[in-house]
DNA sequence: CATTTGACCAATTTCGTATTTCGGTCCAAA
DNA sequence: TTTGGACCGAAATACGAAATTGGTCAAATG
C-alpha cells in the first residue's frame, strides 16, 4: 500500500512544509526563518509554499496546531484508560506536565525575544511570588493545627500554598510566577488529590 | 507635630522622590523616563537624586516594592480580622484580586513593551485554552454525574474547570492564559471554597 | 489541470554613520 | 549635608541607502 493509497499528495507535501518550517522555526525561531529558508527545507521555490499556504503565519500556526494538537491526542489516549474521573485528571495533568517539556525547544526560541524584556519583571514578580507563599502557608499551617483544615496526602502543605498562589497568579496576571518548582512531574498524584479534592 | 520630628528630612525627600518616579513610570514607562524628568517633578536637579538612591533601577525597584508593599499592608490588615483560616485566605484572596486591578496602571507600561511580541504567543495560548478547559470540565462533569465528585457551593463546574487549567497553566508556564473570567473578584467566596477543600 | 517557477513589487529590515540623549560621576558651591 | 553645573562614556536615536523579505502574478512545466 502505498502513501498516496491513503493521503492525497497535496496532503503530504502539506506535512513535508510543515515538518520542514518546524525544524527551522525550533532552530532559528519564527523571525530568523525565512520563506526561502522553508522552500529549501523542503526542495521547493519559494512560490511553491503558498499554493499551499496563504501566508507564513498560516505555516507557523499549521506548526503549532499540530504540536499541541499532538499533546491532545496523547491526553486523550491517557484519558481514556483512565477508569475513575480521578485517574483521569491525573492522567491528563501527567501529559500536560510532561509535555510541555518537549514543547519546550519551540516554546522557548519564541520566548526568548520576550525573556530579554521580561527579565526584569519576572525577577520582581518571582521575588514578591516566595513572599505570597509564605502567607498562604503561615495560614494553611495555623488552619491545620487549630484542626480547621485536614490534612491529605502526605500533609506537603508547601505544594498546597504553592498550588494555592499559583492558580491566584494564573488567574489574575498574564505573567505568571516562573513553575519552578522541584520534580513537579513526580508530584502528579498528590498535585490533583490537592485539587480534586476541591470538587468532592 | 511636625512631620520631620517623625521622619527624616531625607526620608521625606526619599518619599517624594520615589512618589514623583512613581507618577512618571505609570505614565511613560520605566524606559521613557528619565533621570531628569524624576529631578524635574520633585524639583531638584539630576544629580541630587544619586545622593538618595544609588541608581535608577533602586528608584524603579523601591516604586515597585512600595506598590506590592501596599498590598501586602492591606492584605495583612484583612487576614488579622478574619477569624478562620478560611476566611483569612478569603481576605487574601479579595485583596490580592482586587489590588492587581490597582496595580494594573503600573504594571501595563512595563507589560505594553512585551504585549507587542507576545500577542502571537499569547492569542494561541487562549485558543488552545479553552480546549483545555472543556477537556477537563467533562472529565469533572463526569465525576459528578457517577457520584465520583461531589458539588460544592453552587456546583459551578465551568468555574471548577477554569481553576484547575489555570493552576495548571500557573505552574508550568511563565506564559500564562489571561485572566478574562468574568467577575472574577465577585466569585472570591466560591473560588477559595473549591481551592480550600483541597486542604480539609 | 495541478504544480512550479522566476521575475517582480511594496513594505520592512538592516546597516553604517553622524548625532543626540541618558545614566552616572565629580567637584565646587551653598 | 545637600545641591547643581560641567562633564564622560556608553547607549539610544535619526536617517538615508541598500539589502531582505513576505507576498503576487503570469508564464512555463508536466
Redesign the interface.
Known sequence: MVMTEILQKDEIITAEIVAGARTLFEKFG?KKTTMEDIAREVGKGKSSLYYYFPSKYEIF?AV?NQE?GEL?KT?YKA?EKAT???D??KA??RV??GK?NKMANL?QV??N??MD??E???K?KKK?AA??VK??KQ??A???A?G?????GDGDIDL?A???T??????????????E?PD?SQKVDEIV????????
Open positions: 519564527l500556526e503549532v499541541i491532545f491526553a484519558i475513575t474521573a480521578k483521569k485528571l491528563y495533568t500536560r506536565l510541555i516554546s519564541i520566548k525575544d520576550l524584556n521580561m526584569v519583571v519576572l520582581i514578591h513572599t505570597q502567607m498562604v495560614i494553611i495555623e488552619g491545620v487549630k480547621e483544615f485536614k490534612k491529605i498546597t504553592f498550588l494555592f499559583a492558580t491566584l497568579t494564573g488567574i489574575s496576571n498574564p505573567l505568571c510566577i516562573d513553575g518548582f513537579l488529590d490537592v485539587m480534586v479534592e476541591g470538587i468532592k
